[in-house]
C-alpha cells in the first residue's frame, strides 16, 4: 500500500524533490543535477536517490506531481516537429501577418519572427463559417479528399486545424478534425474549437500551431517519462503541472501540451498561496532565483495573479497561465564583456558544465562564481550531487575575461556582476507590479530558489519593500509548492453580448453549457462529484474597447439582481484601479466565459516545523562589502538566535542566506524567517 507522495520540479541546472511520508508527517528535501538531453533520466535517479534516503522504495509511492520545462524549453530552442495548418481558404497567411504591433519602438530594421510553418505547410479549405456562425460554403466530401492527399505528400508529424469564425460555430472545425484523426490515426491533430475556442483569429491560430507542435515534443517525453518509471518501479499515478497552477493527468497533456508552458514556475506561485494565507499576507511578491532563470509571480488579496494570454520567446500564446514575469538571470548566468561593457545573461552556464567553481568544465565567469569570490557563498557550502565550490578556478575565470581587461580587482569585477544582476530583477519586478497598477511598498517578498537567500535583500531594497520572508527548504520550495496541487481544467466560451437582464438567459445556457463540458472532464479524471469545485469568470469590456478585463464572478451560476449588479461593479472598479478611470454608466459587453473546474485531490497538510536547535557560536568568515573585506558571522539556520541583524551570513543545506547591513532577522513560528529593514 502507498504512504509518501513526491513533488518534483525539473529545472535548468538541479532537479528539485520534495518527499512527504503521509504516514509519519516526515518530509524529506533533495537536489540532483538535471539532465537536459533527457530530463527524465535525471528524475528518475533523483526518484531513486531520495527513496534511498529515506528507507523507502518506489512502488510506495501514491502520487507523482511532476513540474516540467520541457515545453517552454522546446518554444525557446525552437526546435519543433513538422506540420501543417489547416485554414479557411484565403487565410492562409494569418500566422505570417499577425498583428501590426512594433516590438520595438526605436526600431528601424527589426526583423519578424519567421512564422512556425512555412507556407508550403499551410493549406487552405474551400469552406465557411460567417461571423454570426451561418454555414455561408458548405464543407464538401471531395474537399475532404483533397486535404488528406495533400496531407499525406506533406507526411507532417502533426497537424494544427484553425477556420475563421469558428468560436461562433465550431461544426466545420470538427469535422475536418475527426475526419483527419480517422484517415492519420498516428498523427496528433489539434483543433482550434478545442485547444482555444476564442476569438481574434491571429492568437488563436497562434496557440492552436503551437499546441500542435507541441504534441510530438510532449508525447515523446511522457513516453521516456513511463518507461523510466517503470523500470524504477514506481505504480502511482503521475500527474503533470500546468501553467495555471493545477494539475492534469498525461493523457490531458499530450491532447493539450500548451498547458505546460509554465509548468515548472506555477508551482512556487502555489506554495507562496499557501505560505501568504499561513502568515496572513495579503500582497506578496513570490521570487524564485535558480540555476538560469528569475521568476516574478504575484499574490494579490491573497490569490495568485492570473493571465489569460502571454507570450514566450515572442510567441502569443493564449491559455490560462500564473502571470510570471521571467528574465535570463540566475546562479548559473555569464557575466561577459561586450563591446568594453559589462553584461550579465540570460546566457546561462547551466546544470552542463555549470560555473567555473562547480569544475565540471564550465570556463566562463558567471554569478555564482561572483557570489563565492566575493564571501556570500562560503566556500565549503554542501552542494547537491556533492560538487565541491573551486575559488581558485572563479577568480581565474574573472580575473582573465572580467577584471584585467576592465583594469579592476577581482572583488570589484564580481561586485559589479552582481549589481547589474540586481538591477535586471529589480526591474523585473517592477514591471511585474507596475503592469498591474500596484505598488511595490505594498507588498512582502518571499525569496526562494538556490540562489534567492543571496540576493533577494538587495533587491527589495531596490524597490523599496521593507519585509523579505525565507521559507524553509526555500531551495526546493517551488517542488514543495507541488504537493498540494489540485487537478484544474481550464474552459472558456465565446460570447459578444451586452451584460444586462436582458441577455441573461443566454449567459446561463453558456455557462450550463461550459459546465457539463467540465464535469465530462472531471469525471474522465476520475474525480467524484463531491470533490468537484466550479468557478466562473467574464471578460468584460465596455462597448467599443478592443480588450477586455476578466472579472471573477460571485457564483457559477448566472443569476439576475446582485450578482449582476456585483459583477459590474467589481469590472468598474478593476478598470479604474487598472487604467485609471471607469465608466459606471456606460454600456458592457461580454466577450467570453472562463469555467476553472477544480478536481479536489487527497488534501495535503504543511508538517508542523521542526523545533529550533539550541544556539551555537557561529563562525567568523570573510564578506567584501562596499569595497573592502570585512569579518561578519556565519550562523547555521537551525541554530541562529531569535533576532539576527546584519551584516551576516545563514546556511542551510543546499542554500545560504544573506542579510545586508540595516536589516534584521527573526525566526517565526513556522520555521521560516523575516528579514526586515531597520529604520534609519
Known amino acids: ?114 512564422p512556425l510553418i512555412a507556407r508550403r505547410f499551410r493549406l487552405e479549405i474551400r469552406s465557411r463559417i460567417g461571423a454570426k456562425g451561418e454555414v455561408v460554403i458548405p464543407l464538401s466530401p471531395p474537399e475532404l479528399e483533397a486535404l488528406a492527399a495533400e496531407i499525406a505528400r506533406l507526411a507532417p508529424e502533426t497537424i494544427a486545424i484553425s477556420l475563421l469564425n469558428a468560436p461562433a460555430n465550431p461544426r466545420h472545425e470538427r469535422e475536418i478534425a475527426d475526419f483527419l484523426r480517422s484517415r492519420f490515426p498516428n498523427v496528433p491533430v489539434s483543433c482550434g474549437s478545442e485547444v482555444n475556442p476564442e476569438i481574434r483569429e491571429f492568437e488563436r491560430t497562434a496557440t492552436t500551431v503551437l499546441n500542435a507542435l507541441l ?102 500564446v493564449r491559455t490560462p497561465m500564473v502571470e510570471i514575469h521571467t528574465i535570463g538571470a540566475g546562479g548559473g548566468s555569464i557575466a561577459r564583456l561586450e563591446g568594453g561593457r559589462l553584461r550579465v545573461g540570460p546566457e546561462s552556464a547551466g546544470a552542463v558544465p ?68 540586481h538591477t535586471a530583477m529589480a526591474h523585473a519586478l517592477r514591471r511585474a507590479l507596475f503592469a498591474r497598477g500596484l505598488d511595490p511598498r505594498d507588498f512582502a517578498l518571499l525569496a526562494f530558489g538556490g540562489a534567492g537567500g543571496l540576493h533577494a535583500i538587495a533587491v527589495a531594497e531596490e524597490v523599496g519593500i521593507g519585509r523579505v520572508f525565507f521559507p524553509e527548504a526555500a531551495s526546493v520550495f517551488s517542488a514543495y509548492g507541488l504537493l498540494g496541487l489540485d487537478i484544474v481544467h481550464e474552459l472558456a466560451e465565446s460570447a459578444g453580448f451586452g451584460l444586462e437582464e436582458a441577455t441573461l438567459p443566454q449567459l446561463a445556457e453558456k455557462a450550463r453549457a461550459l459546465r457539463e463540458r467540465a464535469e465530462a472532464r472531471l469525471q474522465a479524471d476520475g474525480i467524484a462529484a463531491e470533490r468537484r ?80 536547535a539550541t544556539e551555537v557560536r557561529p563562525r567568523a568568515t570573510a564578506l567584501f562589502e562596499d569595497g573592502q573585506w570585512q569579518g561578519v558571522p556565519l550562523w547555521p539556520r537551525a541554530g541562529m538566535p531569535s533576532l539576527l541583524r546584519g551584516p551576516a551570513l545563514v546556511t542551510e543545506p543546499l542554500t545560504t542566506l544573506y542579510l545586508k547591513p540595516g536589516w534584521r532577522m527573526r525566526r517565526l513560528a513556522d520555521g521560516s524567517l523575516l528579514a526586515e529593514r531597520e529604520a534609519s
Open 533 to 612: 469545485a466550479f468557478r466562473l469568470a467574464l471578460d468584460l469590456r465596455y462597448r467599443g474597447q478592443a480588450f477586455e478585463l476578466t472579472i471573477a464572478a460571485l457564483t457559477p451560476e448566472p443569476e439576475p439582481g446582485a450578482w449582476l449588479a456585483t459583477l459590474r461593479a467589481a469590472f468598474d472598479e478593476e478598470h479604474r484601479r487598472r487604467y485609471g478611470h471607469a465608466h459606471p454608466e456606460a454600456p458592457v459587453e461580454v466577450v467570453t466565459l472562463r469555467l476553472a473546474a477544480t478536481g479536489l485531490l487527497p488534501p495535503f497538510t504543511d508538517p508542523p516545523p521542526q523545533p529550533p
Open 215 to 316: 504534441a510530438p515534443v510532449i508525447g515523446a517525453y511522457l513516453d521516456r517519462l513511463g518507461a523510466a518509471l517503470e523500470a524504477l518501479g514506481w505504480r502511482a499515478p503521475v500527474l503533470l503541472v500546468q501553467s495555471n497552477g493545477g494539475v492534469c493527468r498525461p493523457e490531458t497533456a499530450r491532447r493539450e501540451p500548451i498547458r505546460l508552458l509554465l509548468s515548472g514556475p506555477s508551482g512556487g506561485a502555489a506554495a507562496a498561496r499557501r505560505f501568504a494565507a499561513r502568515h496572513g499576507v495579503s500582497h506578496l511578491v513570490a521570487c524564485d532565483l535558480g540555476g538560469t532563470s528569475f521568476d516574478v509571480s504575484l499574490i494579490v488579496d491573497g490569490e495568485i495573479a492570473l493571465a489569460q494570454s502571454g507570450e514566450i520567446a515572442g510567441r502569443p
Open 1 to 114: 500500500m502507498g504512504r509518501f507522495r513526491l513533488g518534483c520540479d525539473i529545472g535548468g541546472t538541479f532537479t528539485d524533490l520534495v518527499l512527504f511520508d503521509e504516514e509519519t508527517g516526515r518530509l524529506l528535501v533533495h537536489k540532483t543535477p538535471s539532465t537536459p538531453k533527457d530530463p527524465s533520466q535525471g528524475l528518475a535517479r533523483g526518484i531513486a536517490e531520495i527513496c534511498a534516503e529515506a528507507g523507502l522504495s518506489p512502488a510506495e509511492g501514491t502520487l507523482l506531481l511532476h513540474g516540467t520545462t520541457i515545453a517552454t524549453n522546446a518554444v525557446l530552442e525552437g526546435r519543433f516537429p513538422r506540420g501543417v495548418l489547416v485554414t479557411t481558404e484565403g487565410f492562409r497567411d494569418v500566422l505570417e501577418i499577425g498583428r501590426h504591433a512594433r516590438r520595438d519602438l526605436y526600431g528601424l530594421d527589426a526583423a519578424p519572427l519567421p
Open 354 to 421: 555549470g560555473p567555473a567553481a562547480y569544475g565540471r568544465g564550465g570556463d566562463a565567469p558567471t554569478v555564482t562564481d561572483a557570489d563565492l569570490l566575493l564571501g556570500r557563498l562560503p566556500a565549503a557550502a554542501p552542494l547537491a550531487g556533492g560538487l565541491k565550490l573551486d575559488r581558485e578556478r572563479a577568480a581565474a575565470v574573472f580575473a582573465r575575461d572580467i577584471a584585467r581587461p576592465l583594469g579592476l580587482s577581482v572583488e570589484e569585477a564580481a561586485s559589479g556582476a552582481l549589481t547589474l544582476l
